[in-house]
């Protein structure tokens, strides 16, 4: 299996701009993860999906952040608008309720 | 709030030497417990883990320890090998309320093996 497959690997992005990142999970595994890694909290959980359904959103920052997972193979994060304070790196990860396996992280620049 | 702790940012230990990295919780809820490594520019990867119905565990060089009454775990590393080089997360669940899926996240504590 190629693992957790994320993209872009790396965006740069100015003040206000929209931003997608976007992840394909292992295949059969029912859970998805976003975390955002900073210096300052390390791994936060944003929100996780059970079979395709949001479970739990209460680590989203505010308003300004939006996930989806439309199917078993896909889902997004959304910022918009972006601001300088989001840059951070995005993990999506996926598990089939033992070992959670992380993507290589989506590097994210807002200036 | 930090449920979970990770006080050290970085550690250096000579090769060949035990490396012990230390992890403090608050949550009393929280019965499952884990490690995680990450390489530069790569996703963090499981370690080792252990429940909190026991206080050690271990898996070839790595150990890790629990003491529950002090919401204390650490994990030893022995002996230190130059590819243990990486940043550490220590990670916790309560499995109860939400299972083993919902981890929370330590800090991190950079590793650095010293030839």
């Known amino acids: 299996d190629a693992g957790v497959i994320q993209s872009p690997r790396h965006e740069v992005t100015e003040m206000g701009q929209e931003v997608t990142l976007r992840c394909k999970p292992i295949s059969g595994h029912d859970y998805l993860f976003w975390y955002r890694q900073t210096m300052m909290r390390g791994l936060e959980l944003l929100i996780y999906?059970?079979?395709?359904?949001?479970?739990?959103d209460s680590g989203m920052p505010e308003d300004r952040f939006s996930a989806k997972m439309p199917n078993a193979s896909f889902s997004t994060l959304k910022i918009q608008p972006s601001e300088p304070r989001d840059s951070a790196v995005y993990f999506c990860?996926?598990?089939?309720?033992?070992?959670?396996?992380f993507g290589e992280g989506s590097w994210l620049t807002v200036v | 709030d930090q449920q979970v702790k990770q006080n050290s940012p970085s550690l250096s230990v000579q090769e060949g030497r035990i490396s012990i990295l230390n992890c403090d919780y608050t949550n009393s809820m929280f019965d499952y417990f884990l490690w995680y490594k990450k390489y530069p520019a790569e996703g963090p990867t499981f370690l080792i883990s252990?429940?909190?119905?026991?206080d050690k565990n271990e898996d070839g060089r790595f150990t890790v320890f629990l003491n529950k009454s002090a919401k204390h775990l650490s994990l030893h590393i022995v002996p230190s090998q130059p590819g243990d080089s990486a940043v550490y997360f220590c990670a916790a669940s309560d499995s109860t309320n939400f299972g083993n899926e919902k981890l929370t996240f330590g800090t991190g504590t950079r590793l650095t093996i010293i030839p």
């Open positions: 990860a996926s598990s089939n309720q033992n070992t959670i396996y």
């Open positions: 252990i429940s909190s119905i026991k």
């Open positions: 999906f059970n079979n395709n359904v949001p479970i739990d």
